[in-house]
């Protein structure tokens, strides 16, 4: 069974601040990893995607992977209330057909 | 922007009956999947579908599911004989301009599934 865990949380930073979620995954061969924001009754939406080792930056966001500890995260800088929703890691089969979720970590960012 | 959408949003139904859930992908997207997500818990994959086949399947997805692809446009979820247990939010995704393998899937605003 491919496991993705996720820290549950609740997450909660004041606003401006940094949020560090974390996710680890069993599959060694997992090679495509997501990142998806969830608020609660909707879908999940794509926040980022990462498939090489390192850290990747698209505006407020920062991916970071490591294969060989088998752990990626999601930095969130500057953090807003709007931020304020359940984050989802997702993990690729090795075919690709299929995305293995983690339970998601809630974060509630304070004004 | 291009966007997955699903149909209905809502679906209330007797157990034991049957129910087909409706999406249309994203138009030049290729591969597309179902996943259900029962109250509170992970988003679970149910099937995956390419070229008017079934790609890959997961334990959930038993014989009371089936998919299918009646047109250019639209993918379809058929539960044969509903259970209590098949309630839940059931999204639609779909990925794939290139290979698909590992590649971006989006997802459909969900059906909530309810059966009494």
């Known amino acids: 069974q491919k496991e993705v865990e996720q820290n549950s949380g609740p997450l909660s930073v004041p606003e401006g601040a940094i949020a560090s979620l974390n996710c680890t995954y069993s599959?060694?061969?997992?090679?495509?990893f997501f990142w998806y924001r969830q608020y609660s009754g909707k879908s999940p939406e794509l926040i980022m995607s990462?498939?090489?080792?390192g850290d990747k930056e698209d505006g407020r966001f920062t991916a970071q992977l490591n294969k060989a500890s088998q752990y990626v995260s999601l930095l969130i800088r500057d953090s807003q209330p709007s931020d304020s929703a359940t984050y989802l890691c997702?993990?690729?089969?090795?075919?690709?057909?299929?995305?293995?979720f983690g339970t998601g970590t809630s974060l509630t960012v304070i004004p | 922007e291009p966007e997955v959408t699903q149909t209905p949003s809502h679906q209330v139904t007797q157990m034991g009956q049957e129910v087909i859930l409706r999406c249309v992908p994203i138009?030049?997207?290729?591969?597309f999947y179902w996943y259900r997500q029962i109250l509170g818990q992970k988003v679970e994959f149910l099937v995956s579908?390419?070229?008017?086949?079934?790609?890959?399947k997961s334990e959930i997805f038993d014989d009371q599911f089936s998919v299918e692809r009646p047109d250019g446009s639209n993918f379809t979820l058929k539960i044969r004989s509903t259970k209590l247990e098949d309630s839940a939010m059931y999204f639609c995704?779909?990925?794939?301009?290139?290979?698909?393998?590992?590649?971006?899937?989006?997802f459909g605003p969900g059906t909530r599934l309810l059966v009494l």
């Open positions: 995704a779909s990925s794939g301009l290139g290979t698909g393998i590992g590649e971006t899937q989006y």
């Open positions: 599959d060694r061969v997992s090679q495509s």
């Open positions: 990462i498939y090489s080792n």
């Open positions: 997702a993990v690729s089969s090795n075919t690709g057909n299929q995305f293995y």
């Open positions: 138009s030049n997207h290729l591969y």
């Open positions: 579908f390419y070229n008017n086949e079934i790609s890959e």
